[in-house]
């Protein structure tokens, strides 16, 4: 049986970091079942979600709020819980807690007090969409979700556009195509992307093809813009990867003469970069 880490009393309790389904309820794992079973008190995002979470399983547990707006002021208390012996779960509203979800503070808190944090890991939707998206896997990077407002999140989207590995964002239904339109602009419509869309659910779809493809799917067909998305970008292939960043050099030493809408729209013309690629990348 693992103990606590030094620092810790030997009685200290553990933190469970348990995932839960993002949608199909058979992939709460035997582990986790268990683990929700036997901790004396579980910390979740949304008490309600999670209730009806465990009562699907039969289960009844104390339930303890930890969301973005409390979880400062929760981490002290809950890590003197543990000192003191109790065992916790924390979980979030779907799939892996800490992934775009609450849980850091309270995880490094219980880290520093010397706490054993023991995962138990299971559905994720930025992994899951990356094993089925027939994209290089072997290293990507995963963005979360873009910035809700368009400035930022192209000045976002053009620190990326010469990535060369997998990118992986989350999307809601309210801004697919808003980032659909952006990640053309600013990537080109060329560049090879998937839509992973309601993930273990009954309308769980996959679409491929270049990010104009994808976009002209999603716009004319409104299932399309249902549900909860993950959104898969190939890399800057060495070709795109140069044209942005010659683009972007260009761009630097135009500015030094024009205004920054012409520099781009010259960088862009003598690179063959995507003009919001380069427009956005300075400083
Ligand atoms: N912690 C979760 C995880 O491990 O994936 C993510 C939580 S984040 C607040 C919610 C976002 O995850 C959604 O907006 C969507 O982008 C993505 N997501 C969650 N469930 C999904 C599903 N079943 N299919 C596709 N995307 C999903």
Redesign the pocket.
């Known amino acids: 049986m693992p103990t606590s880490q030094p620092g810790a009393p030997a009685a200290a309790g553990t933190l469970h970091v348990v995932?839960t389904p993002?949608?199909n309820l058979g992939d709460l794992s035997a582990r986790a079942l268990e683990t929700l079973k036997t901790v004396d008190a579980i910390c979740a995002e949304d008490t309600r979600h999670t209730r009806q979470l465990l009562s699907h399983f039969g289960l009844e547990r104390p339930l303890i709020a930890l969301h973005q707006h409390n979880e400062d002021a929760q981490a002290a208390q809950l890590v003197q819980r543990l000192l003191g012996g109790e065992s916790l779960a924390l979980v979030?509203?779907?799939?892996?807690?800490l992934?775009?979800?609450p849980g850091f503070r309270l995880v490094r808190a219980a880290r520093a007090a010397g706490l054993r944090v023991s995962p138990v890991p299971g559905?994720?939707?930025?992994i899951g969409?990356l094993s089925v998206a027939g994209m290089p896997s072997d290293r990507f990077v995963f963005e979360g979700?873009l910035p809700a407002k368009a400035s930022a999140r192209r000045e976002r989207l053009a620190r990326l556009a010469a990535e060369p590995r997998t990118l992986i964002f989350?999307?809601?239904a309210h801004r697919i195509e808003e980032s659909l339109d952006d990640l053309v602009a600013v990537f080109g419509a060329q560049r090879p992307a998937v839509i992973?869309?309601?993930?273990?659910?009954l309308f769980e779809t996959v679409l491929d093809g270049t990010l104009e493809d994808l976009r002209a799917r999603v716009a004319a067909d409104p299932n399309q813009r249902k549900?909860?998305?993950?959104l898969i970008v190939e890399g800057a292939g060495e070709d795109a990867d140069a044209r942005i960043a010659e683009g972007q050099r260009l761009y630097a030493k135009l500015t030094e003469y024009l205004k920054p809408s012409q520099a781009a729209k010259l960088a862009a013309e003598l690179s063959g970069a995507p003009r919001k690629a380069l427009y956005n990348s300075a400083e």
């Open positions: 995932a993002i949608g979030s509203d779907a799939g892996t807690p992934v775009s979800d559905a994720c939707a930025a969409a979700f989350y999307e809601s992973a869309r309601e993930l273990t659910k549900g909860e998305f993950v």
